[in-house]
């Protein structure tokens, strides 16, 4: 699955971005999402996921300033990022599992990555 993220970019400490991430193609469903990210010189950390149920989960690191979350019609993850501090600096990678026809199988695929930058 090809997938286009996009909404990174520079924002100062406390600020907000939305960062959106859309897989091409005939898109019956979004099952399970999640958003991962790398910073320099670190691996890559897993930040928040949702299921096709509503279930999310979030990095402690995150937790109670992101929010995961999907629009059906738009056939688009969003990561809502609030209150940002500079160590949230970093690639951002979403990953998204779909079905595109009733009944059909899965597939899964990565974001190519988008920049976040968070001035202090």
């Known amino acids: 699955v090809q997938l286009q993220a996009s909404g990174g970019g520079l924002v100062q400490a406390g600020g907000s971005l939305r960062l959106s991430c859309a897989p091409s193609g005939n898109i019956f469903s979004i099952n399970n999402m999640a958003w991962y990210r790398q910073a320099p010189g670190n691996q890559r950390e897993f930040v928040a996921a949702g299921t096709s149920g509503g279930a999310t989960n979030y990095a402690d690191s995150v937790k109670g300033r992101f929010t995961i979350s999907k629009d059906n019609a738009k056939n688009t993850v969003y990561l809502q990022m609030n209150r940002l501090k500079p160590e949230d600096t970093a690639v951002y990678y979403c990953?998204?599992?779909?079905?595109?026809?009733?009944?059909?199988?899965?597939?899964?695929?990565w974001g190519q990555g988008t920049l976040v930058t968070v001035s202090s």
């Open positions: 990953y998204v599992e779909i079905r595109r026809s009733v009944g059909g199988r899965n597939y899964d695929g």
